[in-house]
């Protein structure tokens, strides 16, 4: 997707928000790194997610800390991971498992912190949850992607956020019912708040899954140069399921050659506007070869 305006003030947000989380008294440095960062990578027609890498690349060295959200991504996991067999038998009374899985693993989405739209208190998401499930799907290509899913191949599930992925592990049990493997793609380097390996092993993805591959870089979604197992992967998929917005902005306008479902929560007017819908709509968008 290509970056817009209105990513300028967004991104120096998250800047600020991350900054803060660092409790260093790194703010201005990080701002400061951010804005020099811009002046090299702001240009119309520049993918969102690339010059997003680019700003908190050098936001992040300039607070020097690895991980400012190493406590939000383990609370907001509890928080999530409490949830679970109330998302289980959300599930298990619908007409359409897929559906009401696919449902579970959006309401998660909204656990994006440093959004305006979105929620910074992991601990107010369990308040939420019922009336996020009630929102249903707003844009919904769930039958589409049922369809796709007949086709030979494996599954390759790009995660997003941390809370988020407690429940993408009802979606992940949902799909092997169709008896594919579903491998996982995580996170190379911590970013933001989404899901690293050592995140994804504590929380145990790595026993829902087939297998666990990381990207190998620190990048919002999935960066163009990413490693041969993960090209591999794609080949061998029938489908890409990504999570999230970054996985979008990243990957909406690529062809990987195999057809891919984005299952967002489109939390800002471009990415809405983008997907012709109104912000804070749920969406199953399938995009195929």
Request: proline share 4%.
């Amino acid at each position: 997707m290509d970056i817009r305006p209105e990513c300028v003030p967004c991104l120096l947000n998250r800047v600020l928000f991350q900054a803060r989380l660092a409790g260093n008294g790194s703010e201005f440095r990080a701002l400061s790194a951010a804005l020099s960062a811009y002046a090299e990578e702001f240009a119309e027609g520049r993918n969102s997610a690339e010059v997003a890498t680019g700003i908190h690349r050098k936001a992040y060295a300039a607070m020097g800390v690895k991980d400012p959200y190493t406590e939000l991504k383990v609370r907001a996991d509890e928080v999530a991971g409490s949830l679970l067999e109330k998302a289980a038998e959300f599930v298990d009374r619908s007409e359409d498992p897929l559906r009401a899985a696919l449902t579970v693993s959006l309401a998660g989405n909204i656990m994006d912190f440093g959004q305006s739209s979105s929620l910074d208190d992991p601990d107010k998401f369990a308040e939420l949850f019922e009336g996020l499930l009630a929102q249903g799907i707003g844009s919904d290509d769930t039958d589409l992607l049922r369809e796709t899913l007949a086709r030979p191949g494996e599954i390759l599930f790009i995660f997003d956020n941390c809370g988020e992925s407690q429940l993408d592990k009802i979606l992940i049990r949902e799909l092997k019912k169709t008896g594919k493997k579903v491998i996982g793609v995580v996170r190379g380097v911590p970013i933001l708040n989404d899901v690293t390996m050592e995140d994804a092993i504590r929380i145990g993805l790595d026993a829902e899954l087939d297998g666990i591959i990381g990207t190998g870089a620190f990048a919002i979604g999935i960066p163009l140069d990413v490693p041969d197992e993960i090209c591999d992967a794609i080949s061998n998929s029938c489908l890409v399921l990504a999570k999230g917005m970054a996985n979008y902005e990243s990957l909406g306008d690529r062809d990987i050659g195999v057809p891919v479902a984005f299952v967002l929560r489109a939390k800002c007017v471009p990415v809405a506007d983008s997907l012709h819908v109104k912000t804070g709509t749920n969406v199953v968008r399938l995009s195929l070869v």
